[in-house]
């Protein structure tokens, strides 16, 4: 069984677009996370969500926003899709040492 | 920005030559861990440093943290084509955050 899993693993979506990621985790962690990685490679942190507490990067525009229908699974959705949008979104979950990451979402905005 | 750095941002060896990545926080850690990212795939967990001046071997990886903890370091020993990736060190900032550096490319030339 697959511990951390993205659905799905391309999106191929048009600017003002809304659409959403799933990620489900079945290791019974308690903290999941939300990374964006440019073309660059950088690993952005863009929410962590733990026992219900929602910590957002202050530089995550609004129109992305994490819903986490229970403890093993944190979904992300964005509104209005802009090309800068496009990268690759992680998610990942951790215990109280590593971080597991899913297998990546491939956004793309044209 | 990005608050953990890491140097340099791309190398390229042959293979058979050594590699160092280094990293670097702007604030004290308490732990600091590796991981490793193929081309394509997911960060993978290398492993994690707890203790001030602590070195650990994977084989041919060479795990350092500095004695201030604010500083590590990743070396591998006669690199092979296996080893091409982005390592990446990363570790716990503010609040439940988890911060990665900004990742080291290494390719491999046979």
């Known amino acids: 069984d697959t511990a951390v899993s993205q659905t799905p693993k391309y999106l191929v979506t048009q600017m003002g677009n809304d659409k959403s990621i799933k990620c489900e985790q079945n290791l019974g962690h308690d903290t999941m996370y939300w990374y964006k990685q440019d073309s660059k490679k950088f690993l952005k942190i863009m929410f962590s969500?733990?026992?219900?507490?929602?910590?957002i990067n202050e530089t995550v525009p609004n129109r992305f926003s994490p819903k986490s229908p229970d403890k093993a699974h944190l979904n992300l959705h964005i509104n209005s899709l802009e090309l800068g949008d496009s990268a690759v979104y992680f998610c990942?979950?951790?215990?109280?040492?590593?971080?597991?990451f899913g297998q990546g979402t491939r956004l793309t905005v044209v | 920005g990005q608050q953990v750095m890491q140097i340099p941002q791309y190398q390229h060896v042959q293979e058979g030559e050594d590699f160092t990545t280094y990293c670097n926080s702007s604030t004290t850690l308490s732990n600091i861990q590796w991981y490793k990212q193929r081309p394509g795939g997911h960060p993978v967990f290398l492993i994690q440093l707890v203790k001030s001046g602590e070195v650990k071997k994977q084989k041919r990886l060479t795990f350092q943290f500095g004695e201030a903890k604010k500083n590590s370091s990743l070396h591998i020993t006669a690199t092979q084509t296996t080893d091409v990736g982005t390592y990446f060190c990363a570790g716990p900032l503010a609040g439940n955050q988890f911060y990665f550096g900004t990742g080291t490319s290494l390719t491999v030339i046979p």
């Open positions: 969500y733990n026992n219900k507490e929602l910590i």
């Open positions: 990942a979950s951790r215990s109280t040492t590593e971080a597991f």
